[in-house]
């Protein structure tokens, strides 16, 4: 902590900014604070956006200079399946391309609660479906995203083992949301420490994602309690001052216990999907430069 | 699995070359095995070794053309404080010198039921005072080993940091023994798919090396139990078939947690300590170029 420079703001300049304004309530005062603190730093000049629908569900191309347009990462950003958009996650989605030399196809899914699960895996399903139509192989294809993108991630890919799909080169989980029944031990350990993701809030975001009738232990919901066998390798980077750290370190012994391939990062003094401040934080630009060499060697396998 | 080449044998044949003699009885026979499975394939013939002598401790230097001399790696070989050698870890070792580009000096601490808890911490801590003596900066130095050498890296560093003394530039743990109480739930969900340590093994281990009237709970003997905080950048590396696994998936959340900079590999299909076979086992080669990269990006920063 505390080393600043023009590049580099440091983390607690980025919790200053999240602390300067009360926090919004209601879903769309959420949905407009997370647009704004997500795309503080707007995206570089040197990338070229495309919006685009797959098997209709608003996404949009990004591609950087000297990237592969024929590999893919399909990024579904985070928000708790209630806030959190395209445009909130671009700076994000957008430099993570550049990281791993790859087109990015940010998908912009239906959120709760206006539509709850499984809205957003069915989207999800959708866009893959749309991507292996255009004749994109699915070994060329990278999904990930953060908190509940990663959760998102984790649902999409059992949905396509389950059905003997072909599955993806790889999968890259920030900040993963993968048990919401919040029962990891730093929920509570890590309460004061965590700006941004606290027990009522995703207990309300719950709430609003997952019909009361449903089990929150259900695979698809809290992949965390899902059968992982046969995932495709899988980096989960995760930070230390995070309430979610448990759903990351858990998630990796679950899945390495079933055979995945499975590295996990725990990145000190980080908050919640702290690349998303990548413009100014050198430690988000380093976990996107590992998670992008992480994506190029799957590629490459 | 499967796959095999001239340089892959593939982890089936390891675990048939395991299985081809009788597990030894006794702490001489099992010396004598750990000797003769660990050097299968001899050390490569452009190794230069040295034997050499720090605060008393039998070491042996080794370093591979091209590697930096000023870099060192003391190198703790696993063997449950009962067995194991700088001659059964030799090809570990010096692998791993020539993957980090640096130096790697082998430490021959003393072994129990002959010389019980703390013994090996004690040459463990003689060592580094010796290598630091003779002016070689402790950013300069990474420590590391397998299985119960992995647990004497981490008492070793516990010791610095709670002397203030400088701390090596990181950590490297292959297949860690890291709690001595055996209360990790793969003790149990791993024993059919581990061929080597089973959970009457580690308690006969364990009974030779800590003294009845001493808690096998002590941080210095089990770490992970130790308060872990400001320990250096730690790379964890563990198979998917080992009854350890979960003395590395908590390590590593309980080490991330207190802030330090983790990453946890968790390799399929691979068993207890596999980096010693790499002089065949390309998954072995792999895991000491994944080591070898951290290494000399934490030497570098």
């Given amino acids: 902590m505390g080393h600043k420079s023009m590049d580099d703001c440091g983390i607690d300049a980025i919790r200053a900014i999240l602390a300067s304004k009360p926090r919004p ?4 005062a959420r949905r407009m604070r997370l647009d704004e603190v997500g795309s503080i730093w707007p995206v570089a000049g040197d990338i070229k956006l495309e919006p685009a629908a797959l098997g209709g569900v608003p996404c949009e191309w990004s591609l950087a200079p000297g990237s592969e347009p024929a590999r893919v990462l399909i990024f579904f950003h985070g928000g708790g399946y209630c806030s959190g958009s395209i445009l909130s996650h671009r700076r994000m989605a957008t430099e993570a391309g550049r990281a791993g030399a790859m087109r990015v196809l ?6 709760a609660p206006e539509h ?6 069915e989207d999800a399903l959708s866009v893959w479906n749309g991507l292996r139509s255009q004749g994109i192989a699915a070994k060329r294809i990278a999904v990930g995203g953060d908190s509940a993108g990663g959760g998102l991630t984790l649902a999409l890919i059992q949905r396509l083992r389950d059905a003997a799909e072909e599955l993806p080169a790889c999968a890259w989980l920030v900040s993963p949301w993968t048990d919401l029944t919040m029962s990891g031990e730093t929920i509570a350990t890590k309460e004061a420490a965590d700006p941004l993701i606290h027990k009522a809030y995703l ?3 719950a709430e609003a994602y997952v019909p009361s009738r449903i089990d929150r232990r259900d695979p698809q919901i809290s992949p965390l309690f899902a059968d992982l066998s046969r995932f495709p390798p899988m980096l989960i980077q ?4 995070e309430t979610l750290l448990s759903d990351s370190s858990r998630l990796a012994a679950a899945a390495g216990a079933a055979n995945v391939p499975v590295t996990l990062e725990i990145w000190p003094d980080m908050i919640h999907a702290w690349p998303l401040w990548n413009g100014r934080l ?20």
Avoid: T
Wanted: positive net charge.
């Fill in 282 to 301: 050198e430690a988000g630009r380093r976990a996107l430069a590992s998670a992008g060499s992480f994506v190029r060697q799957k590629f490459a396998e």
């Fill in 106 to 111: 940010a998908a912009g899914y239906r959120l």
């Fill in 25 to 28: 309530e209601g879903w769309a």
């Fill in 238 to 241: 995760i930070g230390s001052a």
């Fill in 203 to 205: 207990a309300e975001l």
């Fill in 116 to 121: 709850p699960y499984p809205a957003a895996i």
